[in-house]
C-alpha cells in the first residue's frame, strides 16, 4: 500500500521561502510521477506541479511558475517543493500525489495527509 507522508510548512511571511518533502513507501514499483497539488477550504483541491520519476520533466500551474520548483530524489524516494516569494494566496493545505500513469491530474492516485501552508501579509 502506497504511502506518502509530507513535511514541512507552517506559518512564512509574505515573500518568505520555503520548502515541502513528501516521501514515498510502501510499493516497489517506482511511480511514473509525482506531484504537489493544494486546496483551500471550500475549493477543489488544485494541481501545483509535477515532475515525472525517471526523465525529471516538470510542469507547473501558470500561478506558481516561476516561483515554485518541483525535485526529486529517487534514492530517497522524495519529492520537494521548493516555494519562493511566498504570497498570501498561497495559504492552503498541500498535498503530495502519486501517479502511476501519466501525469495528468486525474492519473494521480494516492495523497499524503496534507501539510499546512500559511502566508501572513
Known amino acids: 500500500q502506497v504511502q506518502l507522508v509530507e513535511s514541512g510548512g507552517g506559518l512564512v511571511q509574505a515573500g518568505d521561502s520555503t520548502r515541502l518533502s513528501c516521501t514515498y513507501s510502501?510499493?516497489?514499483?517506482?511511480?511514473?510521477?509525482m506531484g504537489w497539488f493544494r486546496q483551500v477550504p471550500g475549493k477543489e483541491r488544485e494541481f501545483q506541479a509535477a515532475i515525472t520519476w525517471s526523465g525529471g520533466r516538470t510542469i507547473y500551474a501558470d500561478s506558481v511558475k516561476g516561483r515554485f520548483a518541483i525535485s526529486r530524489h529517487r534514492v530517497k524516494n522524495e519529492v520537494y517543493l521548493q516555494m519562493n516569494d511566498l504570497k498570501p494566496e498561497d495559504t492552503a493545505i498541500y498535498y503530495c500525489a502519486i501517479s502511476f500513469l501519466g501525469w495528468s491530474s486525474g492519473d494521480f492516485s494516492s495523497w499524503g495527509q496534507g501539510t499546512h501552508v500559511t502566508v501572513s501579509s
Open positions: 510502501g510499493r516497489r514499483l517506482s511511480p511514473n510521477a
